[in-house]
């Protein structure tokens, strides 16, 4: 699924707003939950949001190597650059 950039912002905003309410109690509290097996886990809010970026992190790096593998090297997915970008 696209999301266009007006969705992607909606979205973005939709999960900064969810994490600043988060306080302390919130991300120690813990979550039940079945894997796709159906296999039940539990475990504190912080660690499945943590999950979240790691498990983004490790797509992002199999995308840049199949991207090299094809095309040669992609370029630079650092977030700090995505940052350093002027808005407009």
Known sequence: ???????????????RA????L???DLKRTLDYKATDGKPFAQP???LLQHVVN???HHRSEVAAM???????PPSTDMVLFYRQPKG
Not at 1 to 15: F, K, P, T, V, Y
Not at 18 to 21: D, I, L, T
């Open 55 to 57: 498990h983004a992190t």
């Open 67 to 73: 991207v090299t593998m094809t095309k040669g090297s």
């Open 1 to 15: 699924m696209l999301i266009s950039g007006r969705g992607w912002n909606a979205l973005e905003a939709e999960q």
């Open 18 to 21: 969810f994490v600043s309410s």
């Open 45 to 47: 809010l912080w660690q």
């Open 23 to 25: 306080g302390t109690a």
